[in-house]
């Protein structure tokens, strides 16, 4: 059985960090890219940035370029995702997604986590 299990989320002051886990059961990650994508109140779900075997790290949303960093423990199957210097419109909750390739598009992930909300706040 397919699953994504997100960890890691809380509240935090702007300028601090977190790391998000997304634990992957089921399938290995080495032939699927996961996808990290947040979704704000009210706002459409974004997609964040994504990793592969084949395309290595791909950002989708300028504004987390140079904040956020994605890595991969096989061993452990899982994806972490590490938040610098946060802001407070980077207030969302966060989902990780399995897909047969990177894309920013979320129809094309067919597993996804039950998201972990991250607050970004004084």
């Known amino acids: 059985q397919v699953q994504l299990v997100e960890s890691g989320g809380g509240l935090v002051q702007p300028g601090g960090s977190l790391r998000l886990s997304c634990v992957a059961s089921?399938?290995?990650?080495?032939?699927?890219?996961i996808g990290w994508f947040r979704q704000a109140p009210g706002k459409e779900r974004e997609g964040v940035l994504c990793?592969?075997?084949?395309?290595?790290?791909?950002y989708y949303a300028d504004s987390v370029k140079g904040r956020f960093t994605f890595s991969r423990d096989n061993a452990k199957n899982t994806v972490y995702l590490q938040m610098n210097s946060l802001k407070p419109e980077d207030t969302a909750v966060y989902y990780c997604?399995?897909?047969?390739?990177?894309?920013?598009?979320?129809?094309?992930?067919?597993?996804w986590g039950q998201g972990t909300q991250v607050t970004v706040s004084s």
């Open positions: 990793i592969s075997s084949r395309y290595g790290n791909i």
């Open positions: 089921g399938f290995t990650l080495d032939y699927h890219a």
């Open positions: 997604a399995r897909g047969p390739f990177c894309s920013a598009y979320a129809g094309q992930y067919d597993y």
